[in-house]
């Protein structure tokens, strides 16, 4: 099984002159290939964490292709032709749901025939701090990642009975893999003490992981879609990291961080590293999947913090 990146590079007011004008545009040659088999399942996710929640419930029977590309967060990315083309083609998409994608889902529901279908019903909900809505980062705490693979395992059987069987070796194999995270994070966290329990990042992502293991969570801002580093956003932050005498900061790999460096810099706290929000790591990084990217964080965070 394959999760692949769809390639980006056409701005999104294109989206509806690429509905009539496929058979002038360059395609996917593997992706047309593998969608020609009859029997071959494939899927398009939104982004690269829930791709690779699918891919390893579906494991080798099909192929998954996820939209936004790793390194660009999805609150505010922009569909371009092939994204379209890619979902159209699909026998589903999966999002991530909690608002995260509308951009997309608004997309689908005025061009396309694809079913959407949420991955994190079942989540308890965390409400954003002073603005409408809800968190959508649940898959920061593992913890919530066995009701992403529930729901995955739900719909594909269902869609492709014949193959339930392995769909559910394969989750039951990764609930195990999920298992042993959850064993290497609580271990790994258990070397913070109480008083340095503190996450601060430029997007507030980690509420979901902050309410499982115990820590105080803030950000410069609450969500990448809404207003982001505003002169009076950055310095509530300063404010709040001198008032706690924060030992650490830290930055995302899908945001800019200058915002942090200007909180770093008024504070003399050091950026401590580089932690995975909205995306996993490119190919070389360590980080490459779910399970790699949050024994990632968490090793960063106790490096930081302890």
Sequence with gaps: MRVSKILIGVPFFLIMSACGADENEPVNEEHNEQASHDNEIYVTTSFSITADFVSQVIGDLGEVDYLVPIGEEPHEYEPVPSDFRNVTDADVFYTNGMGLEEWIERLVENTGNTEIVSLSDGVTEIPLDGEDGVDPHAWLSPKNAEVYIANILA???????????????????????????????????????????????????????????????????????????????????????????????????????????????????????????????????????????????????????K
Excluded: C
């Design 155 to 305: 719909d594909v059987t269902e869609r492709f009975p014949e193959h339930a069987d392995e769909f559910e070796a394969n989750a039951e194999a990764y609930l195990d893999e999920i298992d042993n995270l959850l064993e290497y994070v609580d271990e790994t966290l258990d070397q913070i003490p109480e008083e340095n329990r503190i996450v601060v990042v430029s997007e507030n992502a980690f509420k979901y992981f902050g309410e499982d293991y115990g820590f105080q969570t803030a950000g410069i801002w609450e969500i990448n879609s809404g207003e982001e580093g505003t002169t009076g956003q950055i310095n509530a932050v300063i404010d709040l990291v001198r008032e706690q005498d924060i030992p650490a900061l830290f930055v995302e790999t899908t945001v800019d961080n200058r915002y942090m460096e200007t909180v770093s810099e008024n504070t003399d706290v050091p950026i401590a590293g580089e932690v995975y929000t909205d995306a996993v790591g490119l190919e070389g990084s360590g980080a490459e999947t779910y399970i790699d990217m949050i024994r990632h964080n968490a090793d960063v965070f106790a490096e930081g913090l």
